[in-house]
């Protein structure tokens, strides 16, 4: 649970800190809405909703999925259509005043189970001053007790129960004949109900490792004058082993006491936030927070030197995601990426995850014309992965269109305004039929599919 509210408070840092993220705050320029969201990225990130709140708390913009309906909307407002967020909106603002530049983690049992983010909206730099917050939400489903149930090995429950008095918010234990029950409050910032945690664990375990600590008696026994040393050392191994351990990590889960060897894991854990804030946590690759600060590097550290980027695009994910499912559409984007990753390895580019089935380049160094052979090389070796796109308009196999941009051709470069170019030179081989490359600043004729 902390792992994946670390993993989200890092995302929202990571659109709340990012300078379009400042402007659209601030002039709710539509460009920033429309190439950024989509229902389709929410599902692949496995959030719910992206709300952001005006320096008056008041909400200004709302985009998500409505978890009643499924339905995906976007909003000026709580209001209509985006009425389903006025609960949660209710929920969080109290807590605005105490969110600081690193973010706070929330968890709230209603109006739904749902672990919740937020951070100010501050530009790329950490400067503000803030102008406003950003709220980023997850529920707490089927998908998430499904992980926590991996990671254990124990089945999870996380349910809702009105909240106790705090002298009777204790942990539960109950003894049957086959299974221990344990249940555990979490601490839940919602008014109202509050979080459980449950879990069931096989008393046969415990029962099988004592028969085997009795008949290792009995052994020892019969055997203590001729291999007493041995014996002990295997009977030893066996308590440890088939009782001692088990034994202790069922005590830990329900206590929630840590022992010694515990502090190492808090220590690898506490890594855990730092390697999630820059790298995209299905494929690996850079994420948006580490492509724009890498970007800006290549710019301010050699101004002459040309710098270009290339944003690449799975044309139609929409329908290959319809067709297969989330699952394998997941699978599509790693494969996607470790392709990127092989094919511009031999140049040293960074190539990062930017959006759900969007991906970009960093080029320090190179001008137009091999920032252009790049992106036909990449378009040419994702087609050659073959994987198969029945639904596509434009082929059977999954297919990309590629918008480069070079600073040579941007007036006023700066980390925005090449990407923003790149983003045009996209929109342009999308227009074209997708499937195809193109460059900024050229006109149709040098567009390649």
Not at 319 to 330: K, M, V
Request: hydrophobic share 40%; charged share 20%.
């Amino acid at each position: 649970m902390e792992q994946n509210h670390n993993a989200l408070t890092a995302q929202t840092r990571d659109w709340a800190h990012w300078d379009d993220t400042y402007q659209f705050i601030q002039d709710a320029n539509s460009d920033y809405a429309t190439s950024n969201f989509s229902q389709e990225m929410f599902e692949d990130l496995h959030d719910q909703a992206m709300i952001f709140i005006s320096e008056d708390q008041q909400p200004m913009w709302i985009a998500g999925i409505d978890p009643d309906t499924n339905t995906y909307d976007t909003c000026t407002s709580a209001t209509g259509d985006c009425s389903w967020a006025a609960p949660l909106i209710a929920e969080v603002q109290p807590f605005l005043g105490e969110v600081e530049a690193t973010g706070l983690s929330l968890s709230f049992a209603s109006p739904w189970p749902a672990l919740a983010a937020i951070a100010p909206i501050l530009q790329t730099d950490r400067t503000g001053p803030s102008r406003g917050w950003l709220i980023k939400l997850r529920l707490i489903d089927e998908r998430l007790t499904d992980l926590l149930e991996e990671q254990t090995g124990l089945p999870v429950q996380i349910s809702t129960r009105p909240a106790p008095a705090d002298t009777e918010r204790k942990m539960a234990l109950e003894r049957g004949p086959e299974l221990l029950h344990a249940a555990k409050p979490l601490l839940t910032h919602s008014r109202g109900p509050e979080l459980v945690l449950s879990t069931e664990i096989p008393r046969d375990r415990v029962k099988r490792a004592s028969r085997n600590f009795r008949y290792s008696l009995a052994w020892t026994a019969v055997l203590l004058a001729v291999l007493l040393a041995v014996v002990i050392g295997v009977v030893l191994a066996l308590l440890y082993g088939l009782v001692l351990k088990p034994l202790g990590q069922f005590t830990r889960f329900v206590t929630g006491k840590q022992g010694e060897n515990s502090l190492a894991q808090r220590e690898n854990l506490a890594d855990v936030p730092g390697s999630l804030s820059q790298h995209d946590p299905l494929t690996g690759l850079a994420n948006r927070r580490l492509f724009d600060a890498s970007l800006q590097q290549s710019l301010s550290d050699e101004p002459e030197k040309p710098t270009s980027v290339l944003m690449l695009d799975i044309d139609h994910f929409k329908l290959y995601n319809d067709r297969y499912g989330h699952p394998e559409g997941d699978r599509c984007l790693a494969r996607v990426a470790e392709c990127m990753e092989q094919t511009v390895k031999p140049h040293g580019f960074l190539v990062a995850r930017t959006g759900g089935e969007e991906f970009s380049v960093l080029m320090p160094e190179t001008g137009l014309e091999q920032a252009r052979t790049c992106a036909e090389e990449l378009h040419k070796a994702i087609a050659g992965l073959k994987l198969p796109h029945a639904d596509s308009p434009v082929s059977d196999v999954v297919t990309v269109s590629a918008g480069v941009a070079s600073s040579v051709n941007v007036d006023n470069v700066s980390g925005s305004t090449l990407m923003r170019s790149a983003d045009l030179a996209l929109y342009e081989a999308k227009d074209q039929g997708r499937n195809r490359v193109a460059c900024f600043g050229e006109d149709a004729a040098n567009i390649f599919g």
